[in-house]
Every structure is written in C-alpha cells, then in structure tokens.
C-alpha cells in the first residue's frame, strides 16, 4: 500500500496544547475550509459554518463561560482566560435542517468531519491546533455570545497558533479498533 498525504497528515497530527500568538489570517482560514468543506454530506445540506473568534471575541466568549458555570473568584478567572490560551478559535457550528434522509446525527457527523478535516489542514500548514469542548459549550450565554439561530448548536473550538516548539514524536500506534462480519 502507498502513502499517500492524506495518511501521511493524518499520521503526523498533533494536539497542540500550547501555542504562540501567530495566526493564520481570513483568508488561508478560507482556503483551508475550501477543502475541509469536502466532507460527506448527505442531501448536500452543508449543515455547518464557522465561526473565527480574535481579540477581545475570546475575551467575551470567557465571559460568557463565566455566566454559564456560576464560578467566581480564582474559579472564575481561570475560565475566563481559557479562550485567551490561543490567537484564533474556530467555533464550529452544526446547523440542523429537517430533511426527510438526513437525520440529525449525520448533520452533526458533517458538521463534526469540517472540524476534523479543518484541524488535519492547520496542522498540515504548520499551525498549532487543538479541538476543546467543555460542559459549557451548549449553555444559552455561550450560544448568544456566538449569536446561534435556533437551529444552531456549537460542537466546540478550534485553538489555532504558531507552534511553540518541536512536537513531541507519538507514541506507539494502538491497533485500530476494527471487526469484520462476514
């Protein structure tokens, strides 16, 4: 079997927890999602969209996770500066549309397919990515600091940066987990 750069991408990504405060601009951020746009998607729908967060956006999407958890103090804080850990958040979005062949998990599948392919490009490009959820991604305050339609719900963020340093070599590669019905 060939490598191809699809496996190889694949193979060679990496969580980037930690990165410098470079960013790709609107319009590589563009031209990355010309191609992770190319997920399957059934009925054609494109239930999705993005969302690039920048400056004082995180700022306010740490507010709105602050409003969502009731913390304060140091707790408080802490959440708030999460969005800060990096330049550009990519907010994926899935966007549900009733559709007789296309429920509402395989709109959720593409949406989420964008979001990984969209990581594997970053990642192929040089960028520093990492996909971060929470147990307050789905409150309403976060959902209104995005500005979600009612039929919009936010799968997670995508931290974007410049790569702070050399990436650590992976592990050794689980098997897949795979079976076979004959």
């Keep these: ?8 991408a694949a193979l060679a990504r990496r969580s980037a927890p930690k990165v410098t405060d ?9 031209e990355l999602l010309e191609a992770a746009e190319r997920v399957a998607d059934h009925a054609g729908l494109r239930p999705w969209r993005t969302i690039a967060l920048r400056g004082d ?3 306010r999407l740490g507010a709105a996770l602050v409003a969502a ?3 304060d103090g140091d707790a408080a804080a802490k ?3 999460k969005p800060l850990r990096a330049p ?9 549309t009733w559709h007789p062949k296309a429920a509402d998990w395989e709109q959720d599948a593409a949406a989420a397919g964008v979001a990984h392919v969209l990581s ?4 192929e490009a040089g960028w520093g990515v990492m996909w971060r959820t929470g147990p307050h991604t789905r409150h309403p305050a976060v959902a209104e600091m995005h500005e979600l339609a009612p039929n919009e719900q936010l799968l997670g963020w995508l931290y974007v940066g410049g790569r702070d340093g050399e990436r650590a070599p992976r592990g050794p ?3 897949p987990l795979f079976s076979s019905i004959g």
């Design 79 to 81: 959440l708030a500066a």
């Design 173 to 175: 590669a689980k098997p």
């Design 120 to 123: 594997l490009l970053l990642d």
């Design 1 to 8: 079997m060939t490598i191809g750069p699809a496996r190889r």
């Design 57 to 59: 956006a995180r700022a």
């Design 88 to 96: 550009l958040l990519v907010a994926i979005v899935v966007r549900r």
């Design 22 to 30: 470079a960013s790709p601009d609107d319009a590589e951020l563009v």
């Design 69 to 71: 958890s009731g913390f």
